[in-house]
């Protein structure tokens, strides 16, 4: 895809790396990483097809590349039917720009990436500890069912012997 971005949304998009991880930050903290931003739009995923639908727009067409990111982000054309009722809860700020958008697209994919492995060795560490808990419960369950169990074989060895 980067072969095919205008070139001010790439290396003209920001005058600056500052300025670039600024405007990265800030659209993720008023999109997935926002409070107030519904369930389902918590996920990183969902921005980074919506970002792509957009850059292919873009490209197909000759738009003006500085204006507000958030009109395109308003537009219903730009999302899932299921998730157009939400979108009005989300707000960027005006100075991000659809210039921005292949710079936030790209950010969002660096953080996913970084990410994927702590996620990863949460669920690691999540289903280690699950197998241990089962591992626990299953012994203790089965002592108590091996103290039964010895028990009635004493009962009936005892019931044998009165006989």
């Known amino acids: 895809m980067s072969n095919y971005v205008k070139q001010e949304m790439t290396t003209e998009a920001c005058a600056s790396e500052e300025e670039k991880l600024s405007i990265i930050d800030q659209f993720i903290q008023s999109t997935y990483a926002n409070a107030t931003t519904p369930q389902t739009l918590k996920d990183p995923s969902v921005w980074m097809s ?5 850059i292919i727009r873009v490209i197909a067409a000759n738009v003006d590349l500085n204006v507000p990111l958030q009109i395109y982000l308003e537009r219903t054309d730009m999302w899932n039917e299921d998730l157009i009722l939400d979108i009005n809860h989300i707000d960027v700020d005006e100075h991000i720009l659809l210039k921005h958008t292949y710079i ?19 669920i690691d560490d999540s289903a280690t500890k699950q197998s241990y808990d089962v591992r626990d419960w299953c012994d203790s369950h089965n002592e108590k069912i091996n103290q039964a169990n010895n028990k009635q074989q004493a009962q009936k060895k005892g019931k044998l012997r009165i006989s």
């Open 50 to 54: 919506v970002l792509k639908r957009l």
């Open 104 to 122: 936030i697209l790209k950010g969002i994919e660096t953080q996913v990436s970084i990410m994927a492995p702590k996620r990863q060795h949460d």
